[in-house]
């Protein structure tokens, strides 16, 4: 199963933006080094039908590929969300991104919503990794 929100053209989403409508600050940030994103969400989930596309359209503007991206589809259950990684990542909140290193450090996580997009909020911490690099 694959998380379908992801997808920059998924359902009645708003358009995702075009590769030069992002900030070249923003894709940079998000196509440096070799970071792998990992990406819990619902396509059940209204935040994550709202804001995947859009992140989905970011990274592939960057030129991530593929297999730097991880998506882990979670479900509601009985005692909170339930899907692969949940517990070990401690997903309570969709959509989550967590950014690693290549070597499997986490080096910045997206949590359900912020005042910015989660590309441009990923992009503003791994900044702070490269300065502290």
């Known amino acids: 199963m694959t998380l379908e929100t992801l997808d920059p053209d998924f359902g009645d989403a708003p358009a995702s933006p075009d590769a030069d409508e992002f900030d070249p600050a923003v894709l940079d940030a998000l196509g440096a080094r070799d970071y792998r994103f ?27 590929p593929d297999d730097r991206i991880e998506d882990f589809p979670v479900t509601k259950g009985p005692n909170g969300k339930e899907g692969e990684g949940v517990d070990e990542y401690g997903i309570e909140l969709i959509p989550t991104v967590v950014v690693e ?16 997009s989660i590309a441009e909020y990923l992009a503003r911490r791994l900044a702070d990794v490269d300065v502290r690099a």
């Open 101 to 116: 290193t290549a070597d499997g450090e986490e080096v910045a996580r997206f949590v359900e919503e912020e005042d910015v």
């Open 38 to 64: 990992k990406v819990w969400g619902g396509d059940w989930c209204g935040d994550c039908q709202r804001q995947l596309p859009a992140f989905g359209a970011a990274l592939a503007a960057a030129g991530v």
